[in-house]
Nanobody, 123 residues
């Protein structure tokens, strides 16, 4: 699976961004999809994941109530809608794909990574 993330940018605190991750290659609908992020000087951390069917989602505490993950299996794309952004959300955001719902929810190493997209939130 090849993953291509896009949609990052510079936004003021309180603003919104929508990230997209387009997948190609193997059957997208068979994969659990997730978003991770890495801030400067910090380790990469889990943000959100969505089941292959789209029926279940799971979020890091930092994302709950502000971020929404969704997917369109017909378009082979997963999205991350980010609202009420804070300066501490500044990071490189990565999409990932994995065959295991358990693995993604527990932040185990995904099978596939996309390249990152930079999100910068100014105060």
């Amino acid at each position: 699976v090849q993953l291509q993330a896009s949609g990052g940018g510079l936004v003021q605190a309180g603003g919104s961004l929508r990230l997209s991750c387009a997948a190609s290659g193997r059957t997208f609908s068979r994969y659990v999809m997730g978003w991770f992020r890495q801030a400067p000087g910090k380790e990469r951390e889990f943000v959100a994941t969505i089941h292959w069917s789209g029926s279940s989602t799971y979020y890091a505490d930092s994302a709950k109530g502000r971020f929404t993950i969704s997917r369109d299996n017909a378009k082979n794309t997963v999205y991350l809608q980010m609202n009420s952004l804070k300066p501490e959300d500044t990071a490189v955001y990565y999409c990932a794909a994995d065959s295991s719902w358990y693995g993604m929810r527990n932040s185990l190493e995904p099978d596939y990574w996309g390249q990152g997209t930079q999100v910068t939130v100014s105060s």
